[in-house]
DNA sequence: TCTGGGGTCCTAGGACCC
DNA sequence: TCTGGGGTCCTAGGACCC
């Protein structure tokens, strides 16, 4: 199994400073009012994304900076991907600028040319820098990945990886995030190694039964290897904050109205009805609450949707005690794609629910 | 390190059916 | 009538990623 993982470097940087040529080998940031993406220059000095640009600008006056040109950046995936299907179908997008590439078998046993030509090609045919780790797994794809940057192209292979494991840090494993990290601390496991004595029934005291498998899965090298090709989207969302907290009624449904609008507006042209909905709010003291339900097939214009929302939302409680709302949110899921309308066998049964 | 917004996937528990 | 087991679906919540 040889696994890629390929990366445009500071994406947004990197197409702005494709298309225009006074924005290379300064420090340089992409930004409306917080940093969206930072250039290495700009890193060095310690700016970093999501910093408010006015703070970088008082302290950094020699920034250049771009606004976002978000379609730009699309585009640009766009041709990424096009280009990662020239080496093969086997890919799954982490986002916009990275993916994952299933490239065994499809090496001529040379995993490394094919990279190395993966990069070029994006540099030529694309003018984007992109860095390539290869591997046996995912997990170790990226971690290659992460020391290919800027740039570059590292290969992990078995061997070495049996070297590397024992003394990599918990925090730094994809797939272990900032609420497992803690209580692996509070175990005293730091690295890898200390997991060797543990077993299922020790680690499950510690953390969920999908991290104790992540875990013992890294620690014995049998970590995820499968390349997921996404099918259509299952859902598509918006959600807002509310500052400051709020309690008033008109105010939360106000947002209530708005990020189903939102939503909606995600759906575009998809032609599947959303199934079900779902609710969120959240507390001023973290706390969060979610209602779901189906859409009866009867809603699907937003009115509709919004009364099912607000039906939700006072399931939710939130007017029940003196907490403020500092968010609020819908996701619309979708209809698995053979439940497309028109691709019914029987679209007009009589007695088939009509979703 | 944090904030914010848009996603995916998993699990526990309960209901229901056979 | 009672018991048990298995499968499936639904809801609420949690964790992760970029």
Same mark, same amino acid.
């Given at each position: 199994m040889v696994i890629a993982h390929a990366d445009v470097d500071a994406f947004f940087v990197s197409v702005e400073r494709r298309d225009t040529p006074?924005?290379? @080998?300064r420090p340089f940031v992409v930004a409306a009012e917080v940093v969206a993406c930072a250039s290495y220059e700009a890193r060095e000095l310690g700016v970093h994304a999501g910093m408010p640009l006015a703070r970088v600008l008082h302290r950094w006056p020699e920034v250049v900076v771009a606004p976002p040109r978000d379609e730009r950046y699309s585009r640009a995936g766009e041709e990424l991907f096009a280009l990662f299907r020239r080496y093969t179908p086997l890919l799954q997008p982490g986002s916009m600028e990275e993916a994952f590439l299933d490239v065994t078998g499809r090496d001529g046993g040379d995993p490394v040319a094919l990279a190395a030509g993966l990069r070029r090609t994006a540099r030529r045919e694309l003018g984007l820098p992109v860095s390539v780790g290869l591997a046996r797994s995912k997990l170790w794809a990226k971690l290659a990945g992460r020391r290919a940057k800027p740039d570059g192209l590292v290969v992990i292979d078995a061997e070495r990886e049996a070297e590397l494991r024992p003394a990599l840090r918990l925090e730094g494993l994809w797939g272990v995030g900032p609420r497992t990290v803690p209580r692996l601390h509070e175990a005293g496991l730091f690295t890898v190694a200390d997991l060797a004595g543990h077993d299922e029934t020790s680690l499950a005291a510690i953390v969920p039964t999908a991290m104790v498998r992540t875990l013992l899965a890294i620690a014995r090298g049998t970590d995820d290897a499968t390349v997921r090709i996404p099918g259509p989207r299952r859902s598509v969302s918006a959600q807002r904050t509310i500052s400051p907290p709020t309690r008033t009624r008109s105010t939360v449904l106000g947002v209530l109205g708005t990020v189903v609008g939102l939503a909606v507006d995600r759906l575009g042209h998809d032609p599947r009805r959303p199934s079900r909905l779902e609710v969120t709010v959240r507390f001023d003291d973290g706390t969060i609450r979610t209602g779901r339900a189906p859409l009866p097939g009867a809603v699907a214009d937003p009115a509709g949707i919004e009364r099912v929302a607000r039906r939700l939302l006072e399931g939710t409680g939130?007017? @029940? @005690?003196?907490r403020g709302v500092t968010l609020a949110g819908v996701v619309l899921f979708l209809a698995a794609a053979r439940e497309v309308p028109g691709q019914l066998a029987l679209p007009f049964a009589p007695g088939l629910p009509d979703g």
């Open positions: 006074r924005y290379r @080998d939130w007017e @029940d @005690d003196g």
